[in-house]
């Protein structure tokens, strides 16, 4: 084993970090932290050693990426050259592998030259992990922001897109997720008093408020912001419904915003099952009719996989889930140990060849 690592998983509203491969430890130390890259950019290098510390020491770093598509970088290569710099600036004496959605790692001299391949590229990391176990199935990864849905096959990777246009043309992204998503994206109507009521097209409510008012998360998992700075309490949630409606709470009953939240989870519902469809159509009778369903959302997406017909697989029900699957952060952390692991058994089989002995039984 080549010591601990640090799997990261940057993204331009939040920083998630993953340390594995501690000695007689399988579980990881996550560390999960909002953030809003756009209004404080220059403040990531910090965000990025405060993060760290929290998890301890690292003999070398796994990193995927998203923040590159935050709208304070002109260009994704612009963005992805700001995280490497201030990766290089956090953490210059640590070795960094950067993952790309060709499912390898490279260097950060080599991801500035191809940025492309290393933008967006943590849902390849899941699903890689994730088809060792499941190695036929819909991968349905619902985040706080996107749903990912990525086809597994002989238990590899079968995604058709590879970059953030090409998925959504495809299916296997839909900007729908469990917390961010304004509520004007996901609906234009919604039920009021028995007649159909247009929405405020504002960024008064979001998915969150939806979810906590119905009870599908906890207000300690509204860890995004909230439209309006307040709390993220049922009440301040169904606040921010109502106003959707450019009502308040003095003007709405209880049941008008039950009414307005199951709305706005039914359409989620659907948006990523029309995903699953597209998807399950390209793949023909090919297409596994069982769904592996993970993240924030997984409520979401266990919905919508019974919609579309498919048997519900959840890693957590697994004797051992962290092979199953895990965050984008822990899984680029697994696959750099066993990429590593790898290039180690090799250089010992050429040092071997060179000497005329056979190798040593690698130590992982």
Known sequence: MTGPIIGWDIGGANIKA??????????????????????????LTDILIETADRLGPAHAMAVTMTAELA????????GVGFVLDALERAFPSVDKSIYGVDGRFRSVEAARQRPLRVAAANWMASATLA???FRDALFVDVGSTTTDIIPLAGGRVAARGRSDPARLRSGELVYSGALRTPVSAIVRFVPLRGRRCRVAAEQFA???????????IEERDYTCETPDGRGRSREEAAARLARMVCADLEMLRPDDITVIAGTVARAQVRQIASGMRQVMRRLGVSASREAVIVGHGAFLARAAALEVGLAVREPAEQPDPRPAFAAPASAVAWLLI????RVSVAELALLAGANGQPPPRPSC
């Open 18 to 43: 993953a340390l594995v491969g501690r000695p007689g430890h399988a579980e990881a130390i996550v560390a999960e932290r909002p953030f809003a890259l756009w209004r404080e950019p220059h403040r």
């Open 71 to 78: 709208d304070c970088f002109a260009t994704k290569r612009e």
């Open 131 to 133: 088809a060792r176990t």
């Open 206 to 216: 979001v998915a969150a408020d939806a979810h906590v008012w119905l009870g599908h």
């Open 338 to 341: 066993d990429h590593l692991a």
